[in-house]
């Protein structure tokens, strides 16, 4: 099992206009699932986010996650997610919401995977994601 390295620490992603982040992964049977750890800070407006795959070729893919445990989650536009959770945090890690995601169409591909924070909502607030833990199984 792999895991990213800010396993441990929160971080916030701010919309400006667009967040995101990426690491390239080579994706193998039986380590071919990844899974976000992750909240966000209110309770009535959602936070949007986005998984692409894109292979080495330039095809690009947006994921949609395989199973979630966020309090509210649903698809949203331009293959991006909208959801609610504001449970877990330092004291209680394991309230984080669960996003996982199946990678098994990669399998023997390198992929850069990337992970986007968009405004998706006029509602006067900041998108915030924060990200627990990243692993790959």
């Known amino acids: 099992e792999m895991s990213a390295s800010l396993v441990g620490s929160?971080?916030?992603i701010r919309d400006s206009p667009e967040s995101y982040f990426y690491a390239k992964f080579s994706i193998a049977s039986g380590c071919d699932r990844m899974t976000l750890k992750t909240r966000n800070f209110s309770g009535t407006n959602a936070t949007f986010f986005?998984?692409?795959?894109?292979?080495?070729?330039?095809t690009v893919v947006?994921?949609?996650?395989?199973?979630?445990?966020?309090?509210?989650?649903?698809?949203?536009?331009?293959?991006c997610w909208k959801f609610i959770h504001?449970?877990?945090?330092?004291?209680?890690p394991e309230a984080y919401a669960d996003f996982v995601y199946d990678l098994s169409q990669?399998?023997?591909?390198?992929?850069m995977l990337t992970i986007g924070v968009f405004k998706g909502?006029?509602?006067?607030?900041?998108?915030?994601?924060?990200?627990r833990d990243i692993t790959m199984g």
């Open 10 to 12: 929160e971080m916030c």
């Open 50 to 58: 986005k998984v692409t795959a894109i292979r080495m070729d330039g």
């Open 62 to 79: 947006h994921l949609a996650p395989a199973s979630h445990t966020a309090q509210f989650a649903e698809a949203a536009a331009d293959g």
């Open 86 to 92: 504001q449970a877990g945090g330092k004291g209680d």
């Open 106 to 111: 990669f399998n023997g591909e390198d992929v």
């Open 121 to 131: 909502e006029e509602n006067g607030d900041e998108n915030k994601l924060v990200l």
